[in-house]
């Protein structure tokens, strides 16, 4: 097992030591299309009791998205996205945000800007920042900022899949986003950067991603990453998206154990025990 560098990751009012044990970040989902669970958690209310069972199942941050951006996926209108979103983040806020942060998954400043106002603390966004007006929009707000390596966009990135070295590539973008945000004034502490697995990658490209996934520690910052139910485990196994629990434990397993801070999952009580026994053995 590689050595997991111990990092702060400043979150709003959260201070998440990211090192010592796997951080859990839980996958909620107010869409109706996403790739796994679309439609669930689509009302507002049963989106609110989701986010705290997965609380009491164990996870350390909350992930809302409220556009899917599985491959071909439609964009969203900012608004309607925002409409999707906002009255969870503003209840899950007051019900849990005081002991963990609340995420917003989005690539829209104008959705960002507001959830942080409704009490969101993290954003997540697949584009890295490659919009000048999501720096914006975080700069000031003392919020964590995930940066997400993807080319194109979710209609457009299945076909932009070629690289030289994979991981020397992604590891070469996400350093330049490092830049990019620290340019517009976002701390460094409060950053944190993605592989982006699925992402303009092929099912080959994302496994080599996970096997030297402690390579993007050179980046200086906590390592999130997202295997959860993706097509690579249902290549790989022959699984539908509905039959990849295991799959996702296994690249939980191995993501923990060899570099990765935080993983993102819609099967929160599982990784949890994953990612426990993992760090157990690490520290043994």
Sequence with gaps: MAAV??????????????GPRTLVMGVLNVTPDSFSDGGRHFDPETAVAAGIRMVADGADILDLGGESTRPGARAVPWREEADRVLPVVKRLAVEVGGGIPVSIDTRKPEVAREAIEAG?????????????A?????????????LMHMRGDPST?????EYGDVVVDVRDALRQRLQAALQAGIPFECLCVDPGLGFAKTTPQSLQLMRR?????????PILAGPSRKSFIGHVLDAEVTD?????????????GNGAHVV??????????VVRMVDAIRHA
């Design 120 to 132: 969101a603390t993290i954003v997540n966004d697949v584009t890295g920042g490659a919009d000048p």
């Design 213 to 221: 996934v402690g390579e993007f520690g050179e980046l200086g910052r």
């Design 264 to 273: 993102r999952v819609h099967d929160v009580r599982e990784m949890v025990r």
């Design 157 to 161: 990135m299945a076909k932009l899949t």
């Design 5 to 18: 560098t111990s990092l702060r990751w400043q979150c709003g009012p959260h201070s998440l030591e990211c």
């Design 244 to 256: 990849r629990v295991e799959g996702t434990a296994g690249a939980v397993a191995w993501l923990a």
């Design 134 to 146: 999501m720096l914006e929009a975080v700069r000031g707000s003392g919020a964590g900022f995930v």
